[in-house]
């Protein structure tokens, strides 16, 4: 079974200062998808960024991109000139070809911004 | 858009009783999966509709029992409700199985239940 760990579960950030998440999962497939979900207080999960396990290049969405180095099976998310809207619970999650449409979640990190 | 919405938002029952939530996917969206969170974790999948069967499931017992309908709603159902059912339960739907790994799932605001 697909395990997912994120070792820290909080951290904190200076408004406009880069954050680095960390997450590593545990694996037999070669070709799955990898996700960072946003978990605000109003709960609603929002998906962040995705990279694709047969992709090299990392993933980039805006503010945000992630380091996948599938050999040592991590996947860690950046955050540069973080927002105070940035504040949330991360998750970051897995999705591989058995059970195609089931994610499994590591159990989050807490990201705090002080201005 | 509406976007995934669930009802109630909240719900308080006590142990042993039944429940029920209920989901709307996004329109365009035929997959509904299910995931109960406990405060703290990250979500864990229950199980996903698809075509009004359920098609994939999780490590919950079969207390746990849910239901989709021809419009693609969902409900789920929990019987014999004990306090450690307490949870936040999302649901998210996604356009259908035949995308595999690159439908994403969108996810709803969840229904936080608790059980006394």
């Known amino acids: 079974a697909q395990t997912v760990t994120q070792s820290q579960p909080e951290m904190s950030v200076q408004e406009a200062e880069t954050v680095t998440l960390s997450c590593t999962y545990d694996?037999?497939?070669?070709?799955?998808?990898l996700f960072w979900y946003k978990q605000p207080p109003s709960r609603q999960m929002i998906l962040v960024i995705r990279q694709e396990a047969y992709k090299q290049q990392n993933a980039t969405e805006n503010r945000f991109s992630v380091n996948f180095q599938k050999a040592a099976k991590s996947f860690s998310l950046k955050i540069s000139d973080s927002q105070l809207g940035d504040a949330a619970m991360y998750f970051c999650?897995?999705?591989?070809?058995?059970?195609?449409?089931?994610?499994?979640f590591g159990q989050g990190t807490r990201l705090t911004i002080n201005p | 858009d509406a976007g995934v919405t669930q009802s109630p938002t909240h719900l308080i029952k006590t142990r042993g009783q039944q429940v029920t939530l209920r989901c709307s996917p996004k329109?365009?969206?035929?997959?509904v999966s299910w995931y109960q969170q406990a405060l703290g974790q990250g979500p864990q999948f229950i199980f996903q509709y698809y075509e009004e069967e359920e098609r994939q499931r999780g490590n919950f017992p079969d207390r746990f029992s849910g239901h989709q309908f021809p419009n693609y709603s969902s409900e789920l159902n929990v019987n014999a409700l004990w306090l450690g059912d307490s949870a936040l339960y999302l649901c998210?739907?996604?356009?259908?199985?035949?995308?595999?790994?690159?439908?994403?799932?969108?996810f709803g605001p969840g229904t936080r239940l608790t059980v006394l």
């Open positions: 694996t037999s497939e070669s070709d799955y998808y």
């Open positions: 999650a897995y999705r591989g070809r058995e059970g195609a449409q089931k994610l499994v």
């Open positions: 329109s365009g969206h035929d997959t």
């Open positions: 998210a739907s996604s356009p259908g199985l035949a995308g595999g790994l690159y439908n994403e799932q969108f």
